[in-house]
Every structure is written in C-alpha cells, then in structure tokens.
C-alpha cells in the first residue's frame, strides 16, 4: 500500500487562531491587519515583485493567516521554527514537530535563515553575504 502524503500536525493546532481574539481590541487576532500594509503588498505584486514575510515569530502561526489576509503563499514565510522528524504511522507519513527549537529567525540568524527558505538575500550592499561552501 502507498503512503499516503505527510500531513502537517500544526495546522490542526492553528485552528484555535479563526476564533482567538485580541483581549483589549475585541477583534478577532487574524483581523489586526494594517490596511496601508495590504496595500503595499498588493501594489509590489502588480508591478512584479515576489513579496515575502520574514519575522522573529513562528512561522507555522503565520503561515495560518498570511495567505488569506496578505496574499502571501505558505512557501514565501520565513520565521523561527521548531525541529521536525518524519514518520510513518499506520502506512500514513507525518511531519512531527519536536520540543526544540530549530531555527530562532532573529539578528545575525536571519540572514542565513532567509538564504535557506528564499534561496538569496538581497539588501544594502554590507548585508549581502557571500556563500562559502566548507
């Protein structure tokens, strides 16, 4: 029998973020979007420019909301992360995340964290690091 594809077990545990809501503001976490930042982003992608988000947060938390209230796809998240470990359950592939952290997307972390998930980091000239190969 094939396996079937890997789930995700973080989408199950994002589930909760549609009905949080922020405690002084009254409105519902996924709906604080800053209008002028949706903006911005719909016009960079009209004249094409490929936009991405890059925070210090999880990027599974983000990764639930950033498609449907910014336009920005699953794949162009980049964020701090926990370790993983793929496993077979029943003839079922899962991802399982671990109690560890993988990847603090912060400081001096972020731009080699940016290199990974994007593949290139463009910014001012004193930023851009070149890759060595050891």
Sequence with gaps: MPAR?????????????PRAKH?????LFKDNVYQPQVELLDYLRA???????VSGGGIDLIRAF???KYGISRDQIVGSSLKTRFEM????AEIVK????DSF??????????????????SWPSAIPTVISR
């Design 23 to 27: 405690p002084t503001l009254g409105r």
């Design 98 to 101: 671990l109690a560890e952290i």
């Design 66 to 68: 950033a498609e449907e």
């Design 89 to 92: 359950k029943g003839g079922r």
């Design 47 to 53: 004249n094409g420019f490929r936009t991405f988000i």
């Design 5 to 17: 594809p890997p789930t995700n077990s973080m989408r199950s545990r994002s589930r909760g973020l």
């Design 105 to 122: 997307d912060d400081r001096e972390v972020k731009p080699a964290n940016i290199y990974l998930h994007v593949g290139a980091v463009r």
